[in-house]
């Protein structure tokens, strides 16, 4: 009596989304398929992705989609910290403009009869961002608790259970599990 389902990923609903699975496992070909799906069935006034892409800089392929507003690797320093200022600042602007909307995203969306885009950050190999950016972790803790309310939102690929402190993945609702090097792994996540 086994079935099969197709796998979807309502972001606006879920909110933030952490993947875990070690190297072979499949995280760039979720990610992959995220963006991909994405591309298919939402325009960019619906969506935007911001990828930070400190794998294997595969996701280099969506950097010319309409939906895609850049696709950041290890080197782009500046860039990536241009980004989180950004979010930060598009966080400070929807909040005023939700303000009558209860300051919700959803509300918003479903009552103003406008169409603003859900923002989604994605951070591939979250651990090796760490290691080049960890002074940005602070700002990763506190706009991930902060914006989901404002249509923005991350996901982050982790190898362990481990690769992303509790105060980071306590912001997360989603989280997916592939294939880990450890069975102990499953029972800490």
Do not use: W
Not at 134 to 140: A, Q, Y
Not at 159 to 187: C, H, M
């Amino acid at each position: 009596m086994q079935e099969q389902k197709l796998l979807t990923l309502p972001i606006t609903e879920v909110g933030n989304t952490l993947i875990y699975g070690m190297a072979g496992s499949g995280k760039e070909n979720l990610i992959s398929t995220i963006v991909y799906s994405s591309m298919l069935y939402h325009t960019a006034s619906e969506v935007n992705y911001y990828i930070l892409d400190f794998g294997a800089e595969t996701l280099k392929v969506f950097n010319d989609s309409p939906i895609v507003g850049d696709v950041l690797v290890s080197d782009d320093e500046e860039k990536i910290e241009n980004l989180f200022k950004n979010i930060h600042s598009l966080i400070e602007e929807r909040k005023n403009l939700f303000a009558e909307y209860n300051g919700d995203y959803i509300t918003y969306i479903k009552n103003s009869n406008n169409i603003v885009p859900a923002v989604i950050v994605i951070i591939n190999n979250y651990e090796s961002f760490y290691d080049s950016y960890s002074e940005l972790e602070d700002k990763l803790i506190v706009l991930s608790r902060e914006c989901s309310k404002y249509g923005i939102y991350f996901i982050l690929s982790v190898t362990t259970p481990n690769g992303a402190r509790f105060k980071l993945k306590q912001n997360f609702s989603k989280q997916f599990v592939l294939g880990q090097s450890n069975e102990d792994d499953y029972i800490t996540i």
